[in-house]
């Protein structure tokens, strides 16, 4: 093996990389060794240094009116699937927030409330809700929403021709739903119209996720789709030109993948927004600093946090901060996902079948010296699928496999992973030549030498790991091909947003079509399940299955968390009331976003 050589290169690789992450002014000093070091790169950052909703020290007094420039961090264009029921990428649904959004709101515990647009009643002995849509909700062209929109929502998911990825089991537990989808009915019988503004939804199997962001909350305008074909509507300008929602902010116009300009929508249900009007851009990572800097844009979806040390102290801007709903992670291919039957179909031959491999895999990568090195503690090591963002069921008592070089080469000299040939890689167990194609997004400063890292730390076991192609992958194309089970992808890198409710099921479960790693097992099954069962209502009950399920995927390792993270914004100083989650545990929402002056303030 040429272990010793390679943990030399992986040393030199670190070192390099690390630079990278690092780079930038500061006061620079000697460390021990009499090395050139910024402060920026010793120092580490944690989420307590962060507020979450932007202050008002200066006691400025919010303009009528004014133009606030929203900018889309991303590298690629957005793909522009502008509506709820068939999006696939986060850059297109941070371009719907500002013009549509639920009919129920939510609490900082991710818990429905009675403040948003609809109200609801719970029948638990029946295995119902009833929805009530307010009096003054109205679409962008005046017309009421209806409880036939939010019908009408269901029935073009459930549709045997919808070409989205929304359907699963948030849809399947209703009655009547699996029929209607099987085309053995016409009508969904377990959603009924009570008058034009309540809906009634009947469950086959009533669950505590309904409780927690489990309903599917977002309406479709029917009066404007319904003569066109479900197999027809995601391509249709009603979703990529013109897109009509009910949120504070109307689509003026859009370039496509370049740009969107909003206006207020002055018959918003809260009340008439503060704004005149949103003008969002894509922003390259590489230039966002310098955006944020010359006041070309008040804000950002997400700061790249590789960036932050060497701009914390940018005078025009506050920085925010909270703890994502999201983690990085690596997925391994293990099957194939069948269209026909909806579901995940385990490949017993897959090339990383063997979880002793995938349990090297992880044991070779140092996630927290990455946390600390690229991203300066504002990522840090990840344990478990289920995300510190919800602290009732993160069970951070689990013993996650760490690094531990010397460990991950036992692993697969045990596993029968030897360096027949004598050219320094393993081969399989059958002495076949092993090489692992590794796919990963581009974006950002960090990407590529993250992705190098990744592969060398790899390398340093004595696995032989490519990239696919040999380069990264831009944004949409890497989803396409991993969701379509490219047969070119052994591995990739991925990132997940968990969403509100903590129930996994919809990116780990057998017929979860986000299940891109195609890994599923009985087990797995009843652990799903148990979560969603009437027992599951007792809140003690479901922490314990779901600290369950983390430690059975800890051990089975379909895909190993890498990094949770924090979000970080930039705010220019002349906007108010932005809060890092628009939610109404903070009491401010997006309508109620203002500027102080006519331009934003630039860096001194």
């Known amino acids: ?66 133009v606030l420039n929203f900018g889309l961090v991303s590298d690629t264009a957005f793909e522009g699937t502008l509506n709820f029921n068939f999006y696939t990428g986060n850059p297109d649904v941070e371009i719907i927030n500002w013009f549509d959004e639920s ?50 929502s269901y029935e073009v998911i459930g549709h045997p021709d919808y070409d989205g990825i929304r359907y699963g089991s948030m849809f399947t537990i209703i009655e009547g739903m699996e029929a209607y989808n099987n085309e053995e009915a016409d009508t969904i019988s377990g959603i009924e119209v009570l008058d034009e503004k309540t809906l009634k939804i009947t469950y086959d199997q009533f669950t505590p996720s309904l409780l927690a962001s489990g309903v599917w909350a977002y309406a479709m305008p029917k009066h404007l789709f319904e ?32 740009s969107v300009t909003y206006v207020k929508n002055e018959d918003y249900w809260r009340g008439e927004p503060n704004l005149d009007g949103v003008t969002l851009r894509v922003v390259n990572p590489n230039v966002v600093v310098q955006s944020l800097r010359n006041g070309q844009i008040d804000l950002v979806n997400q700061f790249p946090a590789d960036q932050y040390p060497e701009n914390a102290e940018m005078s025009n801007v506050e920085f925010l901060a909270s703890i994502d709903t999201a983690y990085t992670y690596i997925g391994f291919k293990l099957g194939t996902w ?102 990963s997004m581009s974006g950002g400063d960090t990407a590529e030498p993250l992705a190098r890292y990744y592969i060398q730390s790899w390398d340093a076991i004595g696995l032989n790991v490519q990239l696919v192609e040999g380069r990264l992958m831009e944004f949409n194309n890497f989803y396409d091909r991993v969701e379509a089970d490219d047969a070119a992808i052994d591995i990739y890198q991925g990132a997940w947003g ?32 148990e979560g969603l069962s009437e027992e599951a209502f007792d809140e003690s009950y479901r922490q314990d299955v779901y600290s369950e399920w983390q430690e059975y995927m800890v051990e089975n390792i379909p895909a190993f968390p890498t990094l949770y993270r924090a979000r970080l914004v930039a705010v220019n100083d002349r906007v108010q009331n932005y809060a890092v989650n628009f939610q109404a545990g903070h009491d401010i929402y997006r309508y109620e976003l203002a500027v102080t002056q006519e331009d934003a303030n630039a860096a001194e």
């Open 227 to 258: 003569d066109i074909p479900v197999a027809d509507m995601s391509s249709h300008d009603l979703v990529r030109r013109n897109p009509v929602g009910m949120g504070p902010f109307k689509v003026d116009s859009i370039v496509p993948g370049e």
């Open 103 to 152: 009919l129920l709101a939510i609490d900082e515990n991710y818990a429905y409330t009675q403040d948003g647009a609809a109200t609801f009643e719970v029948d638990e002995d029946e295995g119902s809700m009833t929805f009530t849509i307010r009096d003054n909700v109205n679409w962008h062209d005046g017309e009421p929403v209806t409880a036939e929109d939010w019908l009408f």
């Open 1 to 66: 093996m040429k272990t010793s050589v390679n943990k030399f290169l992986l040393t030199l690789i670190l070192m390099s990389l690390f630079v990278l992450a690092a780079c930038g002014g500061g006061e620079t000093g000697e460390d021990d060794n009499g090395n050139q070091a910024t402060e920026e790169e010793d120092r580490i950052y944690t989420i307590d240094d962060f507020n979450q909703v932007k202050t008002h020290e200066d006691g400025a007094e919010a303009i009528d009116g004014g």
């Open 498 to 529: 968990v969403g509100s409710d903590v129930d996994p099921t919809g990116l780990y479960g057998r017929n979860a079509g986000f299940n891109y790693t195609r890994y599923a097992s009985e087990r797995n099954d009843e652990l799903l399940a």
């Open 338 to 439: 069948d269209e026909e039957e909806r579901e995940v179909v385990m490949d017993p031959d897959a090339k990383m079948a063997d979880v002793e491999l995938r349990r090297a895999m992880w044991h070779a990568v140092d996630n927290q010296t990455v946390g600390d090195r690229f991203y300066n503690g504002l990522r840090w090591n990840a344990t478990t699928l289920i995300p510190p963002s919800h602290p009732d069921y993160h069970d951070e008592t689990i013993e996650a496999p760490l690094y531990d070089v010397e460990l991950a080469n036992t692993i697969l000299d045990e596993a029968g992973y030897e360096d027949v040939t004598g050219d320094g890689y393993r081969e399989d167990p059958e002495g076949n030549e092993l090489v692992i194609n590794f796919a």
